[in-house]
């Protein structure tokens, strides 16, 4: 399976989707807990953090692509991360860009509780409390300003998770976006119709047989609801352990 794959992301299925999403790599997933007067110094005391294996492995590679978008010398770039799981992702790029201010978001209680307890663990003072965000409702229920935010990050949602989460994802994207910001997302991609390696065939299989309603979307599909959204797929990057990160840029 790909090395990555899956985070923790919790997509707009429920907390059995998310339970599920930990199920496909049960050996990359573990819970933490701070103890009385231990780690952290106290700050995540009584608050759970998830950590997954497959997130610790992909943070900085997907990092390396973010520093291509945001300039350091902007005072403030406002960024959303939907389907934000455990929240390791928020945590790492709010420390390794700190001119953007984080918002997380997740569909289940204890994805949010782990967040939380993230960036109170590392005194984060650019990501913000998280939200309550299903990615398959209207965008309007987000709780978000149109044309307000510079940056959308999304991992590994896309292919465990219903096709109307990714719809969802794209309609939210084209109107919160300001002009010419970006919509990163990461995961297996099938192209042009073919699926590659074979592990990444079997993967999507897999996910199939767990849920005939995920499974690895073709990036032309992904273009085609980008440009009904009023966006263009920019850039196609190949990452670690057969994924991608597909750059969307606002029209």
């Known amino acids: ?105 997740e569909v289940d209680a204890r994805g949010m509780q782990s967040i939380s307890a993230f960036t109170r663990a590392l005194c984060l003072q650019n990501v913000k409390p998280p939200i309550f965000l299903d ?26 998770s219903d096709v109307s989460c990714t719809e969802g994802l794209f309609k939210g994207a084209g109107k919160l976006l300001k002009p010419s910001a970006v919509m990163v997302t990461y995961g297996p991609y099938a192209v042009n119709g073919c699926i590659t390696p074979q592990s990444n065939v079997d993967f999507d299989y897999s996910l199939r047989q767990r849920n005939p309603a995920w499974g690895l979307r073709d990036v032309a599909f992904l273009q085609q609801l980008a440009e009904v959204n009023g966006m263009h797929l920019e850039r196609m990057v190949d990452m670690p352990a057969n994924n991608k990160c597909l750059v969307f840029r606002k029209l």
């Open 135 to 160: 990615a398959s409702q209207s965008w309007e229920t987000w709780g978000l300003r149109p044309s307000s935010l510079d940056l959308i990050v999304n991992i590994n949602m896309i292919h465990i």
């Open 1 to 105: 399976l790909p090395a990555s794959l899956p985070s923790v992301a919790a997509a707009a299925t429920g907390a059995a989707g998310w339970a599920a999403r930990f199920a496909v790599e049960p050996a990359g997933r573990a819970f933490a807990k701070w103890p009385a007067g231990g780690g952290g110094g106290g700050l995540a005391r009584g608050l759970r953090m998830i950590v997954a294996a497959a997130a610790d492995r992909n943070k900085e590679p997907i990092l390396r692509v973010l520093r291509q978008y945001v300039s350091p010398s902007r005072p403030q770039v406002d960024a959303l991360e939907v389907a934000s799981g455990s929240g390791q992702h928020a945590a790492h790029f709010a420390q390794g860009l700190p001119n953007v201010l984080w918002q997380p978001s």
